[in-house]
Nanobody, 124 residues
Framework: QVQLVESGGGLVQAGDSLRLSCRAS????????MAWFRQGPGKEREFVGA????????RYASSVKGRFTISRDNAKNTVDLEMNNLKPEDSAVYSC?????????????????WGQGTQVTVSS
């Protein structure tokens, strides 16, 4: 069973940067596509971005493209989300997810494993 644990959330001001990390245990991390999702209060879970197994390619939601960067370290079983120029609308619980079957789309349904999430709050 794969377990995902996020860290790095907190309260920041608009324009600040924050780096989230997700550490995986169990399974073979290097074979999983990893993704980040977020869910704000009263909103549906929203795709943020995803990264291929070898870290060579990543894709992002249009709302974060150019501000957020996903990276992974397969030797450490971690995937990070670097968030720059944060805006109040970025406030949400951020969760990482893993997919075993090559899916890296926007829908959360196909992802196989999820972390519990970490809260990010951006004040104006």
């Amino acid at each position: 069973q794969v377990q995902l644990v996020e860290s790095g959330g907190g309260l920041v001001q608009a324009g600040d940067s924050l780096r989230l990390s997700c550490r995986a245990s169990g399974g073979i991390f290097s074979t999983y596509i990893m993704a980040w999702f977020r869910q704000g209060p009263g909103k549906e879970r929203e795709f943020v971005g995803a990264i291929m197994t070898n870290g060579g390619s990543a894709r992002y939601a249009s709302s974060v493209k150019g501000r957020f960067t996903i990276s992974r370290d397969n030797a450490k079983n971690t995937v990070d989300l670097e968030m720059n120029n944060l805006k109040p609308e970025d406030s949400a619980v951020y969760s990482c997810a893993a997919d075993r079957h090559g899916y890296w789309g926007d829908s959360p349904t196909p992802y196989d494993y999820w972390g519990q999430g970490t809260q990010v709050t951006v004040s104006s």
